[in-house]
């Protein structure tokens, strides 16, 4: 039943339920809501920056997004998360409604010495989002946010690419799709904003733009059928035009609306980070952070990805395997379900219907020596 060899398959057949627990994959942080995640590579280190999703504490929002503060986690093997606690709060922001509940979609690049934190939020004067920056002099903070918004920017999800060059440039959502380069200083504009060229109709957000040889890589949340796809466009300049590639991942089969997403490299592997209402099924505003890998095609478009609950990293086949998070499932004998449907953070089981139903785990390491 057990193969023998580095990073290979463990598959488990069973005619019983077994029980979950609380260790990998995904989701990949398991105690609070994590939605929006942004990777970034800092020091050797993974950082992921998101938005912290809340049940909300006041009668208007309870039925939508809120969101107070931020948190930053850091991993060196995208299994094991240190949660480096808030770093940006709604209450410590001058310019920000301290009681809107509006801390969506961040990002963070490093840049001459500093870390540049960048996010949206409700204002106190006026309506809508602006788009503020935070600044600190380690990926985990402390951070220490501007007096005022950039000038110029209305609009949510923020991501600033820097490019081989040097220059810098910020994307973000805001009566369409926008761009300008930013000056080196990093939280003012050096051009008009512009359009974003090349997309498809329908509804766009959450802009993730990377570099990858000499080809830029516009990825965003788009509504194609019903929900968010993960979809993408590729130029030649940072801010276009750009040429749509097609879809990342498909929409949710399970509702969920939003999907918000960032790539990154990491230990010469691509990561897409992205998000799902894993651990609120019946409420789509409270989502949790998931990792997948990704790769790309001889001539650099991007191979689809199907999203896992096994997600990455390798698991000591030694050890006790969590096969509620599979890589494959036999369908319609196997299926996993909540330990505790009042409270989805204790995790969930696995239930075998049938003699023979199995799950499929890969990516386990069973070291040099033969294992039974
Ligand atoms: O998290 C709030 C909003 O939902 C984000 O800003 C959007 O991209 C969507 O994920």
Same mark, same amino acid.
């Given at each position: 039943?057990?193969?023998?060899?580095?990073?290979?398959?463990?598959?488990?057949?069973?005619?019983?339920?077994?029980?979950?627990?609380?260790?990998?994959?995904?989701?990949?942080?398991?105690?609070?809501?994590?939605? =929006?995640?942004?990777?970034?590579?800092?020091?050797?280190?993974?950082?992921?920056?998101?938005?912290?999703?809340?049940?909300?504490?006041? +009668?208007?929002?309870?039925?939508?997004?809120?969101?107070?503060?931020?948190?930053?986690?850091?991993?060196?093997?995208?299994?094991? &998360?240190?949660?480096?606690?808030?770093?940006?709060?709604?209450?410590?922001?001058?310019?920000?409604?301290?009681?809107?509940?509006?801390?969506?979609?961040?990002?963070?690049?490093?840049?001459?010495?500093?870390?540049?934190?960048?996010?949206?939020?409700?204002?106190?004067?006026?309506?809508?989002?602006?788009?503020?920056?935070?600044?600190?002099?380690?990926?985990?903070?402390?951070?220490?946010?501007?007096?005022?918004?950039? +000038?110029?920017?209305?609009?949510?999800?923020?991501?600033? $690419? %820097? =490019? *081989?060059?040097?220059?810098?440039?910020?994307?973000?959502?805001?009566?369409?799709?926008?761009?300008?380069?930013?000056?080196? *200083?990093?939280?003012?504009?050096?051009?008009?904003?512009?359009?974003? +060229?090349? $997309?498809?109709?329908?509804?766009?957000?959450?802009?993730?733009?990377?570099?990858?040889?000499?080809?830029?890589?516009?990825?965003?949340? &788009?509504?194609?059928?019903?929900?968010? @796809?993960?979809?993408?466009?590729?130029?030649?300049?940072?801010?276009?035009?750009?040429?749509?590639?097609? $879809?990342?991942?498909?929409? &949710?089969?399970?509702?969920?609306?939003?999907?918000?997403?960032? %790539?990154?490299?990491?230990?010469?592997?691509?990561?897409?980070?992205?998000?799902?209402?894993?651990?609120?099924?019946?409420?789509?505003?409270?989502?949790?952070?998931?990792?997948?890998?990704?790769?790309?095609?001889?001539?650099?478009?991007?191979?689809?990805?199907?999203?896992? $609950?096994?997600?990455?990293?390798? @698991?000591?086949?030694?050890?006790?395997?969590?096969?509620?998070?599979?890589?494959?499932?036999?369908?319609?004998?196997?299926?996993?379900?909540?330990?505790?449907?009042?409270?989805?953070?204790?995790?969930?089981?696995?239930?075998?219907?049938?003699?023979?139903? &199995?799950?499929?785990?890969?990516?386990?390491?069973?070291?040099?020596?033969?294992?039974?």
């Amino acid at each position: 039943m057990f193969k023998s060899g580095k990073k290979a398959v463990v598959l488990a057949l069973a005619g019983m339920m077994a029980q979950g627990s609380m260790s990998a994959q995904n989701p990949v942080i398991r105690n609070q809501f994590t939605a =929006d995640p942004t990777a970034r590579v800092f020091n050797n280190k993974i950082y992921m920056y998101r938005s912290h999703d809340i049940p909300s504490p006041i +009668e208007e929002l309870k039925e939508w997004f809120c969101m107070g503060d931020y948190h930053v986690f850091s991993s060196e093997n995208l299994t094991d &998360w240190t949660d480096h606690g808030v770093i940006v709060s709604q209450t410590t922001v001058p310019w920000v409604n301290s009681k809107s509940y509006t801390m969506w979609a961040p990002d963070c690049v490093y840049k001459n010495g500093n870390y540049y934190f960048y996010f949206p939020a409700g204002p106190k004067d006026g309506k809508g989002f602006r788009v503020g920056v935070a600044i600190g002099q380690n990926p985990e903070g402390p951070f220490m946010p501007m007096r005022t918004p950039i +000038e110029g920017i209305s609009g949510i999800d923020p991501c600033v $690419l %820097i =490019d *081989d060059d040097g220059s810098s440039y910020i994307y973000w959502s805001g009566m369409g799709m926008k761009g300008a380069k930013l000056n080196d *200083d990093m939280v003012s504009l050096a051009s008009e904003p512009v359009n974003i +060229e090349g $997309l498809p109709e329908g509804f766009k957000e959450g802009p993730f733009v990377f570099k990858r040889g000499d080809k830029y890589y516009y990825t965003f949340p &788009w509504v194609q059928d019903k929900t968010e @796809t993960l979809a993408y466009a590729m130029g030649d300049s940072p801010l276009g035009p750009f040429e749509f590639k097609g $879809l990342i991942m498909e929409q &949710w089969p399970s509702q969920c609306w939003t999907n918000h997403h960032s %790539i990154v490299e990491y230990n010469g592997q691509w990561y897409i980070f992205y998000h799902h209402n894993d651990y609120s099924p019946k409420f789509d505003k409270n989502r949790s952070a998931r990792i997948d890998s990704i790769s790309f095609n001889p001539d650099g478009t991007i191979v689809q990805v199907k999203p896992t $609950l096994r997600g990455v990293g390798i @698991t000591d086949a030694r050890t006790r395997i969590q096969v509620d998070r599979y890589s494959d499932i036999s369908p319609r004998t196997a299926s996993i379900d909540y330990l505790n449907p009042d409270n989805c953070f204790e995790g969930w089981k696995t239930i075998f219907k049938k003699r023979g139903a &199995w799950v499929r785990y890969n990516t386990v390491d069973f070291g040099d020596k033969p294992v039974a």
